[in-house]
């Protein structure tokens, strides 16, 4: 397990790190991030750690949307932000669609002691959250993956799941060729086994694990297709309308969220709960509950399971902050006054 330490020399109180995109990529390993997230949902499910509400808006300019998340770990101690959001025209300019970035604070004192570029980072993290659902919540045997949608995201979600389970054939489905060609390399690049399929439903139907990231607003994934025994991963939806299920799936499933207030408003489980399919009951806990051993996961080897990630600030916190010990231990990063 990751040991969490204090962000701050106070002997240095005066001084910011900057850590680069770049210098972010170097200091974060995928191994690292899934023992880290874990500590945090399982603090989380303790009481230790605390998601603030979440801000995010439609900017009115550029057709982006913007957003802040919040929240503190008193027990690290560990406070902080994560700013930013989604610029559709961004990949015309040669940059990314998807911007942000995380602002770590001295707990003792409030003020900020870093300030760190958090794309590849928010990868990293919301690989790590589906893979530490995969781990507490897939049968022990999973080998298929199913992935829908191979946009950025399904590279972090192959390495991290692989991390988790003996994973030895992928499959995959996206309405572009391009996505799949590219993202085919790198399951290839493991040594695993690649279909690309052009129907979703051949994609699930022969998957033990299947991860959703798409920004789609329909559902793409239908109750029948999916076979007993299967672990769900649904990570796209992080905002209202988006959908990626069946809402007769989701009532079908043993159910787990990250945060209960926004699965039913913002995550996977908002159309289910909209129809009233499923109310708070439901859900059999979070996966936070399941990691501190709170709450049992999967029963038995029938179950569909399904972890709706809708994504929290603790997450983003927790890798910003291994990315800042990492930085002063490797003096990587810029020291500024501030």
């Known amino acids: 397990m990751v040991k969490i330490q204090r962000l701050v020399n106070h002997k240095h109180l005066n001084t910011m790190r900057i850590i680069s995109e770049n210098d972010a990529r170097q200091l974060v390993s995928m191994h690292d991030a899934i023992e880290a997230v874990e500590h945090c949902f399982a603090a989380m ?21 913007f957003g802040v998340k919040t929240g503190a770990d008193v027990q690290t101690p560990l406070l902080g932000l994560k700013a930013g959001g989604y610029w559709p025209h961004n990949s015309a300019r040669g940059h990314t669609n998807h911007q942000s970035s ?30 530490i659902a995969t781990r507490w919540l897939a049968r022990p045997d999973s080998q298929v993956l199913a992935i829908i949608g191979t946009g950025a995201q399904s590279a972090y979600q192959l390495h991290a799941t692989a991390a988790v389970r003996p994973i030895r054939q992928v499959r995959a489905w996206d309405p572009s060729l391009e996505n799949l060609d590219r993202f085919g390399a790198v399951v290839r690049s493991l040594g695993l086994e690649f279909v690309a399929e052009t129907d979703r439903r051949a994609a699930v139907s022969n998957a033990d694990i299947v991860i959703t990231t798409t920004p789609s607003n329909q559902a793409l994934v239908e109750s029948t297709w999916v076979r007993p025994g299967t672990h769900i991963s649904a990570m796209g939806a992080d905002t209202r309308g988006k959908q990626e299920l069946d809402p007769a799936l989701v009532a079908r499933c043993a159910l787990f969220h990250d945060v209960l207030a926004q699965a039913i408003s913002i995550g996977e489980c908002q159309h289910a709960y909209a129809a009233g399919l499923i109310d708070e009951t439901s859900f059999r806990g979070s996966l936070g509950d399941v990691v501190a051993e709170l709450c049992p996961g999967r029963l038995d080897a029938t179950e569909v399971t399904l972890f709706d990630g809708t994504g929290v600030a603790l997450q983003d916190l927790v890798v910003a902050q291994l990315a800042l010990r990492q930085a002063e231990q490797q003096g990587l990063g810029t020291v500024v006054d501030y």
């Open 45 to 65: 499910a303790r009481g230790h750690a605390r998601n603030y509400p979440v801000v995010r808006e439609v900017v009115g300019y550029q057709d982006a949307v």
């Open 102 to 131: 995380t602002v770590l604070f001295d707990p003792e004192t409030g003020r900020a002691c870093a300030v760190v570029s958090a794309n590849y980072l928010t990868g990293v993290r919301t690989g790590a959250a589906s893979a």
